[in-house]
């Protein structure tokens, strides 16, 4: 096809960015193929994400070419987490805000509303309405464990006795007193509140202090669901909502306040995980503890240095719409979208009435989702579908998709099904032995290979080395992805003559 349909394009395309929904797109590379996670999460865990993504071909498919949220209609791309004006041309953000980044409802008047991709739009929805069925769904089945947790507040007790071989084994070394972690928690607290009153203008320290807050009540919330499944629900665009309420027409403490109430929640989740991988290898809780805050430290001084250099060579193409098949802002422009339309123009888009006015109305349509699996379970006990099914994990992949590039899934399918069912049930000693060591491998080699050839090939320093062109590495100028794509977008961002200015910086 040599992207000459559309359709096709994007229903079948995923190996460029924001090419398409990738249906068959089968890719070999294992930094893709992780992020499905197919030899580290069970079945149960997977299989629910695999009906998901299912029915979010159709959906995303379906949504686009009927025109739900005026994408199609509006020439907009198929997909995208940029912000467009009506002709589909990129939103000058910064044509409606004031020089200290809060809106100017004068000058919004004269530019008017901006729009996300129907598949952008569809994909919130589906994060809200995971959201809404995370607190459902541990509700409903995970009752007692949370009081069991909370009652005489349990979950502050360092010497409590489990019926576990690998906590037994621990016993001989020290724990971690409570109060170093109290102390890490006080020290970080105080150093947050403190850079708002240095110039940086971050949140109020009242703010910060109540999303830190929601922040524990949802890795308490969604600890159960990440422990079960291996699973973690997004939850930024749930602490968005808050903070547009809290801080309306402010899209920059919008932004801070989802650091502080999402972020913090996992990187709790990323601590607890690195807890149980050390008592697993049998290492001292307090040699991990300084290995952990080690870490912390270190990787803060060099994602900074990192990303700095990335955004240094390759700012233009970040910012476009599209991107290109080795690099993509889409992330960024994720919450810098999230920044304006819930930070700056929550009511002008969400209130009723308005275009996105469905959106928020996500969280309480999978608040109720899990009750029908619930109620056919307790009708139908015997049939374990109803209990084997997770709605949140459902929810958030039938809104996957459209985010970059989608080659991982297909490959990660076969992977997940031949290692979860075919090994685990017919190889269990090679499973128990070698699974999770070989995922640790590929993802370690992939790290270090990934390091080497963003700098020493793609260029992100600057100085970009191309691959001989072959059939397994096409053109991309005779292609409609990558640069292609990308470059049409760069023409109509010059047509309108928007000087977009990024709230995230540079």
């Known amino acids: 096809d040599n992207g000459r349909?559309?359709?096709?394009?994007?229903?079948?395309?995923?190996?460029?960015?924001?090419?398409?929904?990738?249906?068959?797109?089968?890719?070999?590379?294992?930094?893709?193929?992780?992020?499905?996670?197919?030899?580290?999460?069970?079945?149960?865990?997977?299989?629910?994400?695999?009906?998901?993504?299912a029915f979010g071909y159709a959906l995303m498919t379906g949504c686009y070419y009927t025109d739900v949220f005026q994408g199609y209609s509006r020439g907009l791309p198929f997909m995208s987490t940029a912000l467009f004006t009506g002709n589909g041309s990129s939103y000058n953000q910064s044509a409606i805000l004031t020089p200290d980044n809060t809106l100017d409802p004068a000058k919004y008047a004269e530019v008017g509303p901006?729009?996300?991709?129907?598949?952008?739009?569809?994909?919130?929805?589906?994060?809200?309405?995971?959201?809404?069925?995370?607190?459902?769904?541990?509700?409903?089945?995970?009752?007692?464990?949370?009081?069991?947790?909370?009652?005489?507040?349990?979950?502050?007790?360092?010497?409590?006795?489990?019926?576990?071989?690998?906590?037994?084994?621990?016993?001989?070394?020290?724990?971690?007193?409570?109060?170093?972690?109290?102390?890490?928690?006080?020290?970080?607290?105080?150093?947050?509140?403190?850079?708002?009153?240095?110039?940086?203008?971050?949140?109020?320290?009242?703010?910060?202090?109540?999303?830190?807050?929601?922040?524990?009540?949802?890795?308490?919330?969604?600890?159960?669901?990440?422990?079960?499944?291996?699973?973690?629900?997004?939850?930024?665009?749930?602490?968005?909502?808050?903070?547009?309420?809290?801080?309306?027409?402010?899209?920059?403490?919008?932004?801070?306040?989802?650091?502080?109430?999402?972020?913090?929640?996992?990187?709790?989740?990323?601590?607890?995980?690195?807890?149980?991988?050390?008592?697993?290898?049998?290492?001292?809780?307090?040699?991990?503890?300084?290995?952990?805050?080690?870490?912390t430290i270190l990787g803060a001084i060099f994602n900074y240095v990192l990303y700095k250099s990335i955004v240094d060579a390759h700012r233009d193409v970040l910012i476009n719409p599209i991107g290109t098949r080795i690099w993509s802002g889409w992330g960024s422009q994720e919450i810098n979208s999230a920044a304006i339309t819930w930070g700056a123009l929550s009511a002008e888009l969400y209130g009723p009435g308005k275009t996105y006015f469905q959106l928020p109305l996500g969280l309480l349509y999978g608040f109720l989702a899990p009750f029908l699996l619930y109620a056919m379970h307790r009708l139908f006990p015997r049939q374990r579908i109803w209990s084997y099914l997770n709605m949140p994990i459902i929810f958030t992949y039938l809104g996957w998709l459209p985010y970059s590039v989608n080659g991982m899934w297909w490959p990660g399918f076969i992977i997940g099904l031949y290692t979860q069912w075919w090994v685990r049930t017919r190889k269990p000693r090679w499973y128990i032995k070698y699974n999770y060591l070989t995922s640790a491998a590929l993802d370690g080699g992939t790290s270090i290979i990934y390091f080497i050839l963003n700098f020493a090939v793609f260029g992100a320093s600057g100085n970009a080395i191309n691959f001989p062109t072959w059939w397994g590495n096409p053109d991309p100028s005779v292609m409609s992805v990558g640069e292609t794509m990308t470059t049409s977008f760069f023409v109509k961002m010059i047509d309108s003559s928007a000087k977009i200015r990024p709230l995230y910086g540079h």
Do not use: C
Not at 22 to 51: E, H, K, M, N, R
Not at 144 to 172: I, T
Not at 216 to 228: D, E, K, P, T
């Open 114 to 295: 901006p729009f996300m991709t129907t598949t952008y739009a569809v994909s919130l929805l589906m994060s809200y309405a995971s959201m809404g069925a995370a607190f459902s769904h541990i509700l409903l089945w995970h009752w007692r464990e949370l009081w069991g947790a909370f009652k005489g507040f349990n979950f502050l007790k360092s010497e409590q006795e489990f019926d576990d071989v690998h906590f037994q084994r621990m016993k001989v070394y020290k724990e971690v007193p409570q109060w170093w972690y109290g102390s890490v928690f006080i020290v970080s607290l105080g150093l947050a509140i403190g850079m708002a009153y240095v110039g940086i203008n971050t949140l109020p320290w009242w703010s910060l202090i109540v999303f830190t807050i929601l922040s524990f009540i949802i890795a308490v919330i969604l600890g159960f669901i990440y422990a079960v499944t291996g699973f973690q629900i997004p939850t930024g665009g749930f602490i968005q909502v808050i903070a547009a309420y809290v801080h309306p027409q402010q899209p920059v403490q919008n932004m801070y306040a989802k650091l502080y109430g999402y972020n913090t929640a996992y990187q709790t989740f990323a601590m607890l995980s690195d807890l149980k991988l050390g008592q697993y290898a049998k290492v001292p809780p307090r040699a991990t503890f300084v290995a952990q805050i080690s870490g």
């Open 5 to 53: 349909s559309a359709v096709i394009r994007n229903i079948f395309g995923g190996g460029g960015s924001n090419e398409g929904l990738g249906l068959l797109s089968f890719s070999f590379d294992w930094s893709l193929i992780t992020q499905a996670y197919p030899l580290y999460w069970p079945l149960q865990t997977q299989v629910s994400s695999w009906i998901g993504l």
